[in-house]
């Protein structure tokens, strides 16, 4: 298993990053590791890891065409490595929007689908259940089309990644109803109503109850969807905390609640799941947090691991060519 | 001042409507009141308020055609009533679609509002202060007109509301840079970048954070917002129960714990909030939760008195006035 790291355009620096790469080759030796940045930065990393220089940072707010013309980026050449070495996977914390159309561009879609997507898993009230959410944000417009095959990608990641049979799949509405959903959303029903395993729309206060396994945004409300979960969620985790702080009696009742929050923390912390994958690419293409840190990388590594265990880019390629 | 309750098309019927009505009369004496619904069923409340029959319930999936033909429906009354009464207030947690188009078509839009929002607003992570959001989901599409027309209002609505006289206005976007956003949002963004107050794009994680005192979305995807944050904070609230259930030590940590915990249900029991405002119409329209239980209707009839006590419809009128 081979595996791309680019150690540049993180917004905390790349001594997080390879911190992180270090505790990921701790847990897993026997991946081949190929590191791209700064040769300096990276010498540390010469022991468990291929080195592959690179010196120009991607602007966090590059636009398509900057990103093509940054040839010397660490992402562009950590992508072009990639290719090169016919690697399995590739991860990076810099700029969204670049690496995404990079990653498109060059690795290419697998044949059959329109637009690749931007997917990932949250917990849900269920214990040890995840609901599959897609896409968060690759796109800002989608067509019909697009959602209906956003549904067959999240299923087919639901089976290889958590070995559901038969997902449950939803689109995410404005109401439960039918006749309820953006327009696009609308449309998109009517094609996806005679599908196996679809079941309706689903309201964004329904998604996290555990009955649904997929459920189905266009990129910009699912954005919307998961950056505002993670907003609420990590307002309670402080007002929480803020509570223990209350007074004295409320001191020592953390002292005896402790081991059950540190339970719900280590569920709750969206910076252990740190990365989202780009679902439809011919390659494990995960983009972590852009203010990752060594653990929240580790752990976007450790996704990305995974993902490349599961063969989850192959299931799409055999699933689009059976069915499309 | 005079407030007209629908007391049928809730989903778990009158009878919690009717509970929450005499919560209210108990703490307002003085709010002249007038029930709509069956006659039998109301005549407990013939002390405290003026009965209006009307025996049809509006469907929860009526559409605007269906909406307009059930004159009898209890909806239709109370907002003939409205009218007729010249009440200051009405409140339902019937059908959501209905209720807004109804509203908007009979009470009719203020002089110079293009469409009106559902506007509410959510407790952040600093204590006391709130963050007003709209459209949560008045539209499913909205022009960039209309969102600069909500940055207008929320500005007001926080104004009169929570006393902020300079409120901080965001867009809400996929991304905080002034290109990211969804089409519309881009083109709104460049009507709304010189308007005083306007500060820029917020991501939906940052919403909560306490900076951002307005905060503008489209229907679809503030809908997608409010409800998503209500499923997370209900989910965490949820595994925070769990957390003391775990064991014997835990159990006891809740009993040192309880007082804070009390506090941080009461900040974050949506429940509790009740009711969003149909803001740009010439009355204060509240929108109850369609399964509103009697405490929680008896939240949204007071969140409509005191937008009636501080006369937000006749602030929004004169902003209009003043500025358009």
Redesign the interface.
């Known amino acids: 298993m081979k595996f791309v790291i680019d150690t540049l355009g993180g917004d905390k620096g790349s001594l997080e990053i390879i911190a992180g790469i270090k505790l990921f080759h701790q847990e897993f030796p026997e991946v081949e590791l190929i590191a791209v940045g700064k040769v300096d930065e990276l010498s540390e990393l010469s022991n468990i890891a291929k080195i592959v220089e690179a010196n120009d940072v991607m602007p966090?707010?590059a636009?398509v065409l900057e990103a093509m013309r940054m040839k010397n980026s660490s992402m562009s050449v950590a992508i072009d490595t990639l290719i090169k070495e016919k690697a399995d996977g590739i991860i990076s914390s810099g700029s969204?929007g670049a690496f995404l159309s990079l990653a498109t561009l060059k690795i290419k879609k697998i044949p059959g689908v329109i637009r690749p997507a931007l997917i990932t898993s949250f917990p849900?009230?269920i214990d040890g259940k995840n609901v599959v959410l897609l896409d968060v944000?690759a796109s800002?417009?989608n067509t019909k089309e697009e959602l209906v095959q956003f549904a067959k990608m999240g299923a087919l990641y639901d089976k290889a990644v958590f070995g559901v049979q038969e997902p449950q799949i939803y689109l995410?509405s404005?109401?439960s109803?039918e006749?309820k959903?953006?327009?696009v959303g609308k449309e998109a029903y009517q094609l996806l109503k005679n599908e196996k395993n679809f079941v309706g729309n689903i309201?964004?206060?329904?998604?996290?109850?555990g009955h649904a396994d997929v459920v189905v945004?266009d990129?910009?409300?699912g954005?919307?969807?998961?950056?505002?979960?993670?907003?609420?969620?990590?307002?309670?985790?402080?007002?929480?905390k803020?509570?223990?702080k209350?007074?004295i009696?409320?001191k020592?009742?953390?002292?005896?609640?402790?081991?059950?929050?540190n339970?719900?923390r280590n569920?709750?912390d969206y910076k252990k799941v740190g990365g989202a994958l780009l679902i439809g690419v011919n390659a494990v293409v995960i983009k972590a947090h852009g203010n990752s840190d060594c653990d929240s990388f580790y752990s976007a590594m450790k996704v990305g691991y995974h993902l490349m265990e599961k063969k989850v880019v192959d299931e799409i390629k055999e699933g689009f060519t059976l069915h499309e």
Chains 1, 2 share one sequence.
């Open positions: 966090m707010d636009g969204t849900t009230i944000g800002v417009e995410a404005n109401g109803e006749h959903g953006s327009n309201e964004a206060r329904d998604v996290l109850k945004f990129g910009y409300s954005n919307i969807f998961l950056k505002g979960s993670e907003g609420m969620a990590k307002m309670m985790s402080q007002l929480m803020d509570v223990f209350k007074n009696i409320t020592i009742g953390y002292l005896f609640a402790k081991s059950g929050f339970d719900l569920k709750m």
